[in-house]
């Protein structure tokens, strides 16, 4: 479980490698950073995020699920707010692009990594 954690860190620290390299609005000082970052992040997905989606689960539903993205897009600036100088994002349109993009990478993962690696098993 634990390693699993950790795969999964790393593979996010990566997927926000990626994000910063295609957006200048999103900036990482460094691995350690997005490694920082990532952790941070898989730390709110735990604690915040279920609470913002309960809260707003009205207008998740009403809009099929697409506010997600603007959860993970806070959560992303939370993130921002907590890592001080080494990770910024230039602003909430930024953050939700990120999400957006976030969300499709691993999507990719999802599908062209992981599902396979589990019908092996």
């Not at 620290?13 to 920082?36: C, H, N």
Request: aromatic letters at 10%; proline letters at 2%.
């Amino acid at each position: 479980m634990i390693k699993r954690w950790v795969l999964s860190i790393l593979v996010n620290a990566l997927m926000l490698i990626v994000v910063a390299g295609f957006f200048d609005s999103f900036y990482l000082s460094g691995i350690w950073a997005a490694i920082g970052a990532s952790f941070i992040l898989s730390i709110l997905n735990v604690l915040v995020k279920p609470f913002l989606i309960l809260l707003t689960l009205p207008v998740t539903v009403l809009t099929l699920g697409f506010f997600l993205f603007v959860i993970n897009a806070i959560t992303l600036m939370i993130t921002e707010g907590l890592m001080g100088d080494a990770f910024n994002i230039d602003g909430f349109g930024s953050a939700l692009l990120a999400a957006i993009v976030i969300a499709l990478l691993n999507l990719m993962i999802q599908k062209a990594i992981v599902e396979p690696l589990k019908k092996d098993e």
